[in-house]
C-alpha cells in the first residue's frame, strides 16, 4: 500500500477498500473509510505514519463493514479521533446486526453474522457544507446502495463515491448489483452525473475516475439495473416464487454464489421486486403456503 496524491492535500490508499485521505498543515487528516477490519487498519496506519500523517477525523460513507470496520484500530490508537457518518448508517454502524437481520430477516445463521462489533459513531453528518479543522467538504446524499450512503468532496474537487456506483470489474464479477432501493439508486446514480468534481474515487477500483468517464460509468450502471428489471419482467411471464426467480437468475447469468452471496442476491432481489410491485408492473397471489409473483403491467422500464 502507499499514499497516492491526487490533487493538492486530497490522496487516497489503494486497497481492496480504497481509502480516502486529506491532510491538514498541522499533519493531522482526514479518513473516507476505514477498510474492513483491523488488520486492514493497521496496514493504512502503516502508511499514514510512512507520511507522518494522524488520524483525527473519519468520515464513512455507509455501514458497510468493509468501510468502517477499521474504526476501532483508529480510534484506540489515536486519542480524540472523531468519526462522522449519516444519521441512518449511524444506526446501522452503532447496531451491527441490523444488516444480517435484513439479509436473513430474523437472528441470523452464524455464517452471517456481522464481520464487525458495534461501532461508535461520535457524529452525525448532513448533505451539504461540512467545515473540518478549518476546511469545507461537500457531502451529498447518495441512497441506494444502503439506506443513506453519502459522498465527500474535498476542496480540490476530488469526490469519494463510496459504493454508490459500481466499477467496471464489479459489474463484470457480480453483475447482479447489491441494492437496497432501487429507485434511490438510479436517482444516486444520475446525481453523480451532476457531481462538480474533477476526480472520482470509487472504493473498488484500481484507478482515479476523471468526469467524463464517470459519467460514462454512471450510465453503465444504469443500463445494468434496467437489463435486470427487463429480465426479471421477462421471467414473470409465469409466476415464480422470490426463490425460483432468484435461482434463474443465478442461472441465466452465471452469477458466483455462496452463502452468504447468495443472502445478499436475495436481499437485492426484494428491492428489485418492491420497485416493480410499487410501480404496478408485477403482483402476487399466494397459493399451496407459496408466495408467487408474476408480471401484470408492460416491459415498458
Known amino acids: 500500500m502507499e499514499l ?16 480516502g485521505v486529506y491532510s491538514y498543515k498541522n499533519k493531522q487528516c482526514l479518513l473516507i473509510d476505514t477498510g474492513i477490519n483491523n488488520s486492514a487498519a493497521r496496514k493504512i ?16 460513507t455507509h455501514s458497510h463493514s468493509d468501510h468502517c470496520g477499521g474504526n476501532p484500530f483508529f480510534k484506540i490508537n489515536y486519542s480524540g479521533c472523531m468519526v462522522y457518518a449519516s444519521v441512518k448508517e449511524r444506526i446501522y454502524m452503532e447496531n451491527s446486526e441490523l444488516r444480517a ?8 445463521l452464524k ?10 459513531v461520535d457524529f452525525t453528518i448532513e448533505p451539504g457544507t461540512a467545515k473540518l ?24 474537487k476530488v469526490c469519494f463515491l463510496g459504493d454508490a456506483i459500481f466499477s467496471d470489474s464489479i459489474l463484470e464479477k457480480y ?15 444520475n446525481k453523480i452525473k451532476e457531481i462538480a468534481a474533477d476526480y472520482f474515487i470509487i472504493s473498488h477500483t484500481d484507478d482515479v475516475i476523471d468526469k467524463e468517464n464517470v459519467i460514462k460509468l454512471a450510465e453503465r450502471n444504469i443500463y445494468n439495473i434496467k437489463r435486470y ?7 414473470l411471464e409465469r409466476p415464480l416464487t422470490k426463490e425460483d426467480l432468484l435461482e434463474s437468475l443465478i442461472i441465466l447469468k452465471d452469477l458466483p454464489v455462496n452463502f452468504k452471496q447468495y443472502h445478499i442476491n436475495y436481499s437485492s432481489m426484494s428491492a428489485f421486486l418492491a420497485f416493480l410491485y410499487d410501480r404496478g408492473d408485477i403482483t402476487y397471489s399466494i397459493e399451496n403456503g407459496k408466495v ?4 401484470c403491467g408492460n416491459l415498458d422500464i
Open 4 to 19: 497516492t496524491k491526487i490533487k493538492g492535500n486530497t490522496f487516497y490508499i489503494k486497497a481492496p477498500t480504497n481509502i
Open 175 to 189: 453483475s447482479f448489483p447489491c441494492l437496497y432501493h432501487i429507485e434511490d439508486a438510479l436517482s444516486s446514480l
Open 292 to 295: 408467487y409473483y408474476y408480471r
Open 111 to 120: 455464517d452471517l453474522e456481522p464481520d464487525c462489533k458495534d461501532l461508535s
Open 229 to 235: 428489471l427487463e429480465d426479471i419482467l421477462e421471467l
Open 45 to 60: 496506519d502503516e502508511v499514514l505514519k510512512e507520511n507522518n500523517l494522524h488520524p483525527k477525523f473519519i468520515i464513512n
Open 101 to 108: 437481520n435484513m439479509m436473513y430477516t430474523a437472528y441470523p
Open 133 to 156: 479543522n478549518d476546511e469545507k467538504l461537500e457531502i451529498i446524499s447518495l441512497k441506494g446502495h444502503s439506506p443513506e450512503g453519502i459522498a465527500v468532496i474535498t476542496p480540490e
